[in-house]
């Protein structure tokens, strides 16, 4: 007999991952997308709020949070978001592709998961 099926952000924290939520449900602009990621990877306070500020602390595995295997990032929000801000939303999966590929093969690895709701 089998127990309950764990959930997916349960299943990987077990598994040592650190997994966050960024809902971006309601963000208006580019700042706030910003804010809403400072805030969920527990930016550091040089964090500039900016594309290349962003690309730096998602590309560095000492920065936000920390777990064995890496983060995985669940963007949310994210359809509503790039129909307002379609430039804004362009860069930003650049930058989120960017981070994921300068992490690949570190012991922290960078998963990035848009998140269908």
Known sequence: ???????P???LVEAGWAVRVLDLGGAEDKAALLDRCARVLELPD??????DAL??????PGVGPKAAHGLVLVVTGWQEFAERRPGDWATAREVFAEAVERRRGDDAALTVVLGLS
């Open 46 to 51: 040089w964090f500039g709020r900016n594309w």
């Open 1 to 7: 007999m089998t127990g309950p099926t764990p959930s």
């Open 55 to 60: 690309a730096d602390s998602l590309g560095d």
């Open 9 to 11: 952000t349960r299943a």
